[in-house]
């Protein structure tokens, strides 16, 4: 055990007199949370709209009040001309327009059929949708204010309820699938360039005479980057809530384990990377690119994977951020307990056995 202690500690010296790799290790996870906290998002805010006002009347000015006070919008003109929307349209100044014909308040005091027309630009197919049902909920809103007692035969009124997420915060449901994609990439690309930097170095000669077994060896060069992982969650849960509002209604220390093995996984993960590659560049482009790409396509935050083909959603049950990104969710916003997420864990934990083992398997204790 001493001479395990003198090897991790060697290891803990590598990492920190290597300035890249603890940008790597700290720099990195703070920017992309804050980057993917903030722009992935399926909200739409701040949208740029043109109001076209043939009315000029209260009732239009109070719906113009009303689309001006919410935070999806930003009014970039009052126009009084259509021709201005499809000029404004060309330039990519505006998405979105809405036309208030002449005598719409006096439609609406009348009791007759007051129509409005909303106008967006379909290049983008699902902006043009969410923007022309944020402002269809403003119009709705704004009729039963004015119109609450609406005499309508055997009228039906919905009462939706937002389950975990009332507030439809859309970084709810991306930051699970950033902390994996983070935790991924940050543990496989530097444990993957350990063994492959002994190599280079022409010290692994050193530690293969050595009496210590093949297996301490890449045992030794996981524990510090598990300890500094470790500290990275916590950073990022931190970030995760204080900037990003994220709630937290599960046990911490059911999702400190849960992590603790993902973080495994990922670090066995890169020591097979390490034992097969023979150089720090292909071990970095292997451990980075090659998993960025399928993190963000198979584990479900961005794309969903009900939606996929069979073969691809058979694919992403081979990737463990995929579990890792189910249990997080039930965990932190659900608040629910072992006793739903042991399927995912027991996936996870055996994931982590077959990884591991292979790693140690794969270690050449011959450097020809």
């Known amino acids: 055990m001493k001479q395990f202690m003198v090897f991790v500690r060697k290891e803990f010296y590598h990492v920190f007199r290597d300035r890249r790799t603890l940008l790597i290790l700290f720099g990195l996870p703070v920017m992309q949370i804050l980057l993917f906290g903030y722009a992935l998002t399926t909200e739409i805010k701040n949208a740029q709209i043109i109001i076209v006002d043939h009315a000029g009347d209260a009732a239009s000015g109070k719906l113009i009040a009303m689309i001006s006070a919410s935070k999806y919008f ?12 499809y000029t404004d349209f060309k330039k990519g100044a505006a998405k979105c327009a809405l036309v208030f014909p002449a005598g719409f308040g006096n439609d609406l005091r009348n009791g007759q059929v007051a129509q409005l027309q909303i106008i967006t630009d379909a290049t983008d197919p699902n902006t043009a949708k969410t923007l022309t049902n944020y402002l269809t909920a403003i119009v709705t809103d704004y009729q ?20 975990y ?27 993957s360039v350990s063994i492959v930097r002994e190599k280079e170095m022409g010290t692994m000669e050193i530690l293969l ?31 995760s809530i204080l900037a990003l509002e994220m709630p937290v ?18 670090l066995s993960l890169g020591l097979l990377i390490s034992s097969v590659t023979r150089s720090q560049q292909t071990a ?39 579990w890792f990104y189910v249990i997080v969710k039930a965990v932190m916003l659900k608040g629910l307990g072992i006793g739903v997420v042991w399927k995912e864990t027991l996936v996870l934990a055996g994931m982590t056995l077959v990884l591991l083992t292979i790693s140690i398997k794969s270690f050449k204790t011959r450097l020809a």
Do not use: H, W
Not at 144 to 163: G, S
Not at 165 to 188: D, E, R, Y
């Open 249 to 266: 209604r599960g046990n911490l220390l059911l999702l400190f384990m849960e992590s603790t093995l993902f973080i495994i996984s990922c």
């Open 144 to 163: 039963q204010q004015i119109n609450p007692t609406a005499n309508i035969p055997m009228r039906i009124e919905p009462v939706t309820r937002m389950l």
């Open 74 to 85: 930003n009014i970039s003109q009052q126009a009084y001309a259509d021709d201005d929307i």
């Open 209 to 239: 005479v050595s009496p210590f077994k093949p297996v301490y060896v890449v045992l030794a060069k996981a524990v510090p980057y598990l300890v500094l992982a470790m500290v990275d969650f916590v950073i990022i849960l931190l970030l």
């Open 284 to 322: 970095m482009m292997v451990s980075m690119m090659g998993m960025m790409l399928p993190t963000i396509l198979f584990t479900g935050f961005i794309f969903p994977l009900e939606n996929m083909p069979l073969p691809l959603q058979l694919i992403s049950n081979l990737l463990p951020s995929r």
């Open 165 to 191: 997420n009332p507030a439809l915060n859309g970084s709810m449901n991306f930051v699970p699938g950033v902390m994996a994609l983070v935790l991924m990439i940050i543990c496989t690309t530097l444990t």
